[in-house]
């Protein structure tokens, strides 16, 4: 859910194959798995009791919206983690300190608020203090690691150490620390001297729920691209439609599932550091027919016209396309839309029994049924469609959309698989 900002560098090969070197697994592994927690789930230790499911879909797809909405023309800025994504626990240091991060296919560079915090979002869980890791180094400027991390606006402090600085879309912020430490992942992955923000002035509307962000972006900085070696370039996760049930994330060679009705769609690296792929159109199933929706707009100067965001919750289509879409989708459907809940736009009174049309994306590779995510229900008796008009050409295609997939990424193929699944029992 990041859209990078600022001035970003392409580091050349030997740069990040020589700082991979010092990013070394202390135990053998094929891979491992972390459980993933939906932030509104009874499962999640932080959770506020009192918000109802409904208040929390609302909160994440407004969130959602104000991301796409504050986006310019182009994609320049990450979008926080915030509501509607899904929490990883992690430890850094030693001894391990346990945090949680959202993890985010659209941010490079992992964070965490660390003490002392000049200024800091409310946090339910404690915060990471670097005096207390015998293992945490705040590197030099001339350092790789400083080099590592030097698209996110990075300055060389008077101490000779190098500073961080992301923004965000609604004007969120976190600056603070490049550092090194050792972090730990599941049970026993542990790796040493992995870059990651020591953020000690970070503002706006972040969760509580958690202490920043873990980034799975494709820049240099991301945890995927540090642990390259160890993992094979290879993560997938998995997202329950059911959020009293856990999610999962994989990395590692045993992170890439292929199966008779596996998808695999290309992704580009031009340009920037996400996950574009190119959706040619979106299907609507009805009664009697098929209707076929094509993708209009996007760049022509670019491979790929939609982000593949583990951390935006709705996906953002191009104006023209929605309404065409929208108009199928209400032809598909024999009953009357009742008025909207922003930021949706079709919504249906859920008391009365109709069938839901297949909706499906029809990407370059393969076509994805989006089975338990086209619509959701936003308050008693009320569903909408989680396909929504971009305000700009931030084209996203978001996690609801992903619900019982294993969505595979592979950085060595330059690939995005999705294979379905029951989430919550893989």
Known sequence: ?????????????????????FVLSIESTN??????????????????????????????????????????????????????????????????FETYGFIDTGSDLTWTQC?????CFDQSLPMFDPTKSQTYVAP??????????AGDSQTCTDRNTCE?????????????????????????????????????ENSGD???DTSGIVGLGLGPSSIVQQLAQSIGGKFAYCFSSDPNGWSHISFGP????KEVYTVVTPFSREGDDFYWVTLNSVSVYGEDAKKVVKFSGGSTQRKGNIIIDSGTTLTYLPGDMYKTLESEVKDAIPLTPVDPMSPFKLCYNSASTFKVPNIVANFAGGDVFIKDGAFVKVTEGVVCLTLVPAEDDNYTYGNMGQLNYIVGYDLGANTVSFTPSDCSKN
């Open 31 to 96: 891979g491992f798995t972390v459980d993933l927690i939906h932030p509104d789930s009874p499962l999640n230790p932080f959770r506020d009791p009192s918000k109802t499911r409904f208040e929390s879909i609302i909160e994440a797809s407004n969130h959602s919206h104000s991301r796409a909405a504050a986006g310019a023309s182009k994609f320049k800025t990450p979008t926080k983690a915030s509501q509607g994504g899904y929490v990883m626990k992690y430890s850094i240091g030693t001894p391990p």
């Open 140 to 149: 030099p400027c001339n350092s790789a690691a400083c080099k590592l991390t």
């Open 115 to 119: 003490k002392s915090c000049e200024v």
């Open 206 to 208: 972040f969760s509580k």
């Open 1 to 21: 859910m990041a859209y990078k900002s600022g001035s970003s560098i392409t580091l050349s090969m030997s740069l990040v194959s020589l700082f991979t070197l």
């Open 254 to 257: 045993e992170a890439a599932v």
């Open 164 to 200: 961080y600085k992301v923004s965000y879309n609604d004007y969120s912020a976190s600056t603070g620390d490049v550092a090194t430490d050792v972090v730990s992942f599941g049970d026993g992955a542990t790796f040493k001297d992995v870059v990651f923000g020591c953020g000690h």
